[in-house]
């Protein structure tokens, strides 16, 4: 009876301890959004119940190995124990009720987290290898960074052209998988001003590490502001090279090719025109208008000299042929 009452002391002690120290707080980012007061709500009962247990099982195998150890000399047989049905039941009893609790905790947690709001504003996702585009088809808008107003409930629409990629900002604690041919909801309500960055949480490849966006959490006036801004810019595309450059940047080519002779995943766009490539089969093409269409339509056809086929197949079905011109118009000015 003083061991139970002992270890039972030493338990809850070190259950607070471990409570104490693994403060979620000090494991998470800032919380930014009000469905994360949930998810960080459920957190902490884990934390609590993993340090419970860990406490249970530390504690009693410790106490017993120092407690109950064999005195010297002594070479009797430990004593023959052929079970005990209370605490056999006791020990299934208990965690079934835990487990059925915490079910029904996480059931309720879903449902809050991804409850609809009537007010929303809906942001539609892109992901691709390895960038992100945030079309807003309400206001008319595309952008690469996700501006969005301080409270106002988001609905992110979220897809993918290619690999599988998972739409994530730390911030906001939530996260949805962003998988070709289907969209997925994911509904978030910022609460607090901020910069953040949207991460990739799926392995999609090469860069997969490099695939960031810029998330600005802004008052509703300075939302506004960036909306008239933004509608000014694209009204003012009214050149073909303008054109070129606006889909260079939404259409994910900025992750691959970079303007200033820097190889990134593809061949740099500088100086591309006109240039001698030399491809992997030995054949060395001139990069005329033809080919680089062909180039944008098939990449896996003609494959530049010391590069990978790792451009998207399906341009051809997301670019009209205006965008192909416009890109093309854009290509043959990036030159020093
Ligand atoms: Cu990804």
Not at 294 to 317: A, R, T
Request: aromatic share 8%.
């Amino acid at each position: 009876m003083r061991h139970f009452v002992v270890a039972t002391i030493i338990v809850v002690l070190v259950t607070v301890a471990g409570a104490v120290l693994l403060d979620p707080a000090d494991l998470l980012p800032p919380l930014a959004s009000a469905q994360g007061v949930t998810v960080d709500w459920l957190f902490g009962i884990h934390l609590k119940i993993i340090a419970f247990l860990f406490a249970l099982v530390m504690v009693l195998m410790l106490y017993s190995i120092v407690v109950f150890r064999r005195e010297p000399g002594d070479l009797s047989d430990g004593q023959y124990i052929h079970g005990n049905t209370r605490l056999e039941i006791a020990w299934t009893v208990i965690p079934l009720i835990i487990v059925g609790v915490m079910g029904y905790i996480g059931v309720v947690t879903l449902r809050d987290v991804t409850a609809s709001a009537p007010d929303e504003m809906v942001v539609e996702v892109t992901s691709a290898q390895w960038s992100w585009r945030f079309d807003y088809p309400e206001l008319g808008l595309t952008s690469t960074e996700l501006v969005l107003p301080v409270n106002q409930p988001i609905r992110f629409e979220i897809t993918s052209t290619d690999v599988i990629h998972n739409f994530w900002v730390p911030e906001f604690r939530v996260k949805q998988d962003a998988v070709p041919g289907a969209v997925n909801l994911l509904r978030v309500t910022p609460t607090v001003i901020g910069k953040y960055k949207v991460r990739c949480a799926e392995l999609c490849g090469l860069s997969h590490s490099q695939m960031l966006a810029d998330v600005r959490v802004v008052s509703i006036p300075e939302f506004d502001s960036w909306l008239g801004t933004e509608t000014t810019r694209l009204a003012a595309l009214d050149t073909p090279e303008a054109r070129g450059e606006y889909l260079y940047q939404t259409q994910a080519c900025i992750a691959c090719h970079s303007l200033d002779g820097t190889v990134v995943v593809g061949p740099t766009w500088l100086n591309l025109y006109g240039r001698q490539e030399q491809l992997d089969d030995g054949i060395s093409v001139s990069a005329d208008e033809d080919y680089i269409r062909h180039s944008i339509l098939y990449p896996g056809d003609q494959i530049v000299k010391g590069f990978q086929n790792l451009m998207p197949v399906n341009y051809g079905e997301i670019l009209s042929e205006t965008d192909i011109e416009d890109l093309i118009a854009y290509i043959i000015t990036i030159k020093d």
